[in-house]
């Protein structure tokens, strides 16, 4: 009888080369150089102010002090507020900016409608337009809607300036999934606005 002869295969390492390890090194060295800055910056806050003020500066504070957070957070409304619309501006951005952009993007990937392309393409443009050259425009509309100095106004503004990217980036994404699976859904019952919740939504999260 013949005998068959198991072998069990050993696991081999990779070998750690000579220019992975530069590269490693090399980006240590950036993220270093990145977090620098943030790190002097979070250790000078907490120094006494002659020895923020001093030259040379020193590394490591001979005392922590909170005094400079107690005035800003007694500066004008307090920093409490001011993070507060900063928040609730960026979370009213990114809710606007993901919903419009996911409608956009799908509208122009599987609707058919006179001017498809045209309009995408208008839409690319105003990534060119220099945001310095529309702000008078913007304020008046703001104006006329009664939105100026609110954070309302302040979100529509940046989600003006996030849409041309976001529908780009959705647009791509939805074109590559298969029109089967599209049609699948349609057979089982689903509407457009169903498929897109159940089922698009899901193979495009990453885009989202």
């Not at 013949?2 to 240590?28: D, E, H, L, M």
């Not at 993220?31 to 910056?41: H, K, Q, R, S």
């Not at 208008?122 to 008078?136: A, E, G, H, K, V």
């Amino acid at each position: 009888m013949a005998t068959v002869a198991q072998t069990n295969p050993t696991t081999q390492r990779p070998k750690f080369s000579f220019w992975r390890g530069v590269i490693y090194a090399v980006c240590i060295i950036l993220a270093l150089l990145f977090l620098f800055p943030i790190v002097w910056t979070a250790i000078s806050s907490v120094k006494p102010p002659s020895e923020a003020s001093a030259a040379p500066p020193t590394f490591l504070p001979s005392r922590i002090d909170f005094g400079n957070y107690i005035k800003l957070n007694d500066y004008g409304r307090g920093v409490w507020n001011y993070v507060g619309n900063s928040v609730g501006t960026a979370i009213m951005t990114v809710i606007g900016s993901t919903i419009l952009s996911t409608l956009a993007g799908y509208g122009f990937s599987r609707f058919r409608f006179p001017a498809k392309n045209l309009m995408f393409v208008l839409i690319l443009m105003t990534l060119m337009i220099p945001f310095q050259s529309i702000l008078i425009p913007l304020f008046l509309i703001l104006t006329g809607l009664k939105l100026q100095n609110t954070l309302f106004g302040l979100a529509l503004v940046y989600i003006t300036f996030q849409l041309p990217f976001g529908v780009f980036i959705m647009r791509n994404s939805f074109d590559t999934v298969p029109r089967e699976i599209e049609e699948a859904a349609l057979l089982d019952g689903c509407t457009p606005f169903t498929m897109l919740y159940r089922v698009m939504l899901n193979i495009v999260r990453r885009a989202l």
